[in-house]
């Protein structure tokens, strides 16, 4: 069996890093740990940090970092992450956390920081070709920058581009994205711990790059 492995996911949205993780997780039989998830779940368990969560996000708040971390430190706590590892997917998102993480992790450290790269170009089409049916949430691709509105195939109903998924739109996310992640960035990239992966190719490929970096990294060098 391969061992598991401990890696966090960083990528531009659109680059294809939720199937990779999918992919990841599995190949390496690790728990892919999205920020998302584990602070929904932490929320409907009721743990304290959960219910402090909560309160926040119901009054219209920011989580903070202490909580983020918090909760995060209680997930990798679990036996799956204990024993096999983890994909963490949109954490850390900041230096403080970042620094929290390696704290957490001092004894089980991390084997590498993955930024899957793919171009702001590549990542604008993909967007942009997204349709999604207005009635059952189907979604689909269009060719090209086609704008015409179409007819769900599963249900009949409209099918369209949601409005935060404009050129506009998707260019403001980028560059919060960039602000928000080159930090973070240059955190790992100072201390050996970021590979690059181009993910500027199938799946398949972008797989097969993803995993041969992660062996890479843990290799006695
Ligand atoms: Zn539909």
Redesign the pocket.
């Known amino acids: 069996m391969i061992p598991g492995a401990r890696l966090i996911i960083l990528g531009r949205q659109g680059a294809g890093k939720g199937t990779q993780c999918v992919r990841l997780s599995r190949h390496f039989v690790v728990p892919h740990i999205s920020t998302g998830d584990v602070l929904r779940a932490a929320v409907r368990e009721g743990s304290e940090l959960g219910r402090t969560a909560k309160e926040i996000m119901d009054a219209g708040g920011l989580v903070s970092d202490e909580i983020m971390v918090g909760i995060v430190e209680e997930r990798l706590n679990h036996g799956d992450a204990r024993t096999r590892g983890y994909i963490l997917d949109g954490f850390p998102r900041t230096v403080p956390q970042a620094k929290a993480l390696d704290e957490i992790t001092v004894d089980r450290p991390l084997d590498c920081v993955i930024d899957l790269d793919v171009s702001r170009e590549m990542v604008l089409q993909r967007i942009s070709a997204r349709r999604v049916?207005r009635?059952?949430g189907?979604n689909y691709v269009a060719s090209g920058f086609d704008k015409h509105q179409w007819i769900?195939e599963?249900?009949g109903?409209e099918v369209m581009q949601r409005d935060d998924d404009t050129p506009d739109a998707i260019n403001r996310r980028l560059d919060l994205y960039e602000e928000q992640t080159s930090p973070l960035i240059e955190f790992y990239g100072n201390d050996g711990r970021l590979v690059i992966v181009d993910g500027n190719a199938s799946p398949d490929v972008v797989f097969q790059r993803m995993t041969a970096a992660v062996e890479a990294a843990r290799r006695p060098s």
Do not use: E, M, N
Request: glycine share 12%; net charge negative.
């Open positions: 049916c009635d059952c189907t769900c599963v249900c109903g």
